[in-house]
């Protein structure tokens, strides 16, 4: 059973870089069937993908955020990271990591239990 | 981009109904979506993907079908446990993009 586990700050100040990182137990991040993906939820609404990327470290990203997402991969330590630049009030969010297929059926079938980051000086 | 659109926003019914969520896509995905299950405080769960095919594990009471433009997705029996909010995602191409969300309550 595969388990995604996110981590990182829960408060970051207006105009710093967002960084969170999600452990991958049960499974290798190597596999070469999945992309990992980040998705986050701001409260009380919807969903919204990010970005996902590749054990070779192949990226692809929601242009909507333009070039302030950056996602990493570490197959060492069979984790991804994400970095989001500039944050401001509308980042606040709950940020989940989740896995996709690689090709075909790109749904969310594991998705980790979710991280909240509040933005605020 | 590709919008999604899922209605209606919300909706009550009686424990037992015949519930039916749409979502539709601005532009033709063929089958390639998933419908989630979002209960309070929880992380989604995907139900359903490739439009009707049953995830392992869910019940045989949702069901989804639908092609091209237009999607449902339907609960034969409404149960107590199924008040969530049920999201569309299209994964035809980039971005990964989810509908608005249909929140389910009991009445």
């Known amino acids: 059973q595969v388990h995604l586990q996110e981590s990182g700050p829960g408060l970051v100040k207006p105009s710093e870089t967002l960084s969170l990182t999600c452990i991958v137990s049960?499974?290798?991040?190597?596999?070469?069937?999945?992309?990992w993906g980040w998705i986050r939820q701001p409260p009380g609404k919807g969903l919204e993908w990010l970005g996902s990327?590749?054990?070779?470290?192949?990226?692809f990203y929601n242009a909507s955020l333009k070039s302030r997402v950056t996602i990493s991969v570490d197959t060492s330590k069979n984790q991804f990271s994400l970095r989001l630049s500039s944050v401001t009030a509308a980042d606040m969010a709950i940020y989940y990591c989740?896995?996709?297929?690689?090709?075909?059926?790109?749904?969310?079938?594991?998705w980790g239990q979710g991280t909240l980051v509040t933005v605020s000086s | 981009d590709i919008q999604m659109t899922q209605s209606p926003s919300s909706l009550s019914a009686s424990v037992g109904d015949r519930v039916i969520i749409t979502c539709r896509a601005s532009?033709?995905?063929?089958?390639?979506l998933a419908w989630y299950q979002q209960k309070p405080g929880k992380v989604p769960k995907v139900l359903i993907y490739?439009?009707?095919t049953l995830q392992s594990g869910v019940p045989s009471r949702f069901s989804g079908s639908g092609s091209g433009t237009h999607f449902t997705l339907t609960v034969s029996s409404l149960q107590p446990e199924d008040v969530a909010t049920y999201y569309c995602?299209?994964?035809?191409?980039?971005?990964?993009?989810f509908g608005g969300g249909t929140k389910v309550e009991i009445k």
């Open positions: 989740a896995r996709h297929e690689a090709w075909g059926l790109r749904y969310f079938d594991y």
């Open positions: 995602q299209r994964y035809n191409s980039d971005p990964l993009t």
């Open positions: 990327i590749f054990y070779s470290g192949s990226t």
């Open positions: 532009q033709g995905i063929s089958n390639d």
């Open positions: 049960g499974g290798s991040i190597s596999s070469g069937s999945y992309y």
């Open positions: 490739a439009a009707s």
